[in-house]
């Protein structure tokens, strides 16, 4: 029971973290262009207010992420299964494609911070997401112009299969490999060695 509950908030621990780089980094960052002149591209629009999968990862979260894999994957691979599939199937197979290779790539970015070997539960949460995607491309083709969802409905919904899948397959395999620990002791280590600074300035 106890480890249950430790590893509960582990999980939401690591949820807290990610919304505190999400959010509060982000709305720091007009304050930086305004005070140094840094022309800075803000890393996330708001993903709270996502009406949609599409909406969530096309317009509002990871911004430079999804530039360059709009970029250096989707338009290529739309490209290249236009010639197979023909142009009204080309663009899902190319999203499909983009979240694959975004959790493959999260997957690496996971083994180099934990040194163990992937579970590829990360890459499944990203193919679960890129073919939710797809549904919802298909969904919204077939009801163009007609009733849609609130988005006092639809956001609610967004959001939380989002956080849902995330504490299901994303977060788990970092939490299982001490991640999280190492990184409380590493910034504990910061802490103490920020101590030692100001007292030594205090000093002097």
């Known amino acids: 029971m106890d480890g249950e509950i430790n ?29 140094s002149g840094l022309e800075l591209e803000p890393p996330s629009d708001e993903p709270y207010l996502s009406t949609s999968l599409q909406d969530f990862w096309g317009r509002r979260w990871n911004l430079m992420v999804t530039y360059l894999l709009r970029h250096t994957v989707y ?11 023909g142009s009204k199937w080309a663009p899902l197979a190319a999203v499909l494609a983009a979240f694959i290779v975004s959790g493959l790539m999260h997957e690496l970015v996971f083994y180099y911070v934990t040194r163990v070997s992937p579970t590829w539960e990360v890459t499944w949460y990203f193919v679960l997401h890129g073919a939710c995607v797809v549904v919802e491309f298909g969904v919204k083709r077939v009801f163009s112009g007609k ?57 002097w």
């Open 147 to 203: 009733a849609q969802l609130h988005w006092a409905v639809s956001t609610p919904l967004t959001v939380g299969f989002v956080v849902a899948t995330a504490m299901w397959l994303f977060f788990p395999p970092v939490l299982r490999t001490g991640a999280v620990e190492k990184a409380i002791e590493e910034c504990k280590v910061l802490l103490d060695f920020a101590k030692v600074l100001w007292k030594v300035n205090s000093f």
């Open 7 to 35: 590893n509960l908030v582990k999980l939401w621990l690591s949820i807290l973290a990610s919304l505190f780089y999400c959010y509060f980094l982000a709305s720091k960052i007009p304050k930086v262009h305004a005070t």
């Open 75 to 85: 338009k290529p691979a739309r490209s290249f299964f236009d010639n197979m599939l």
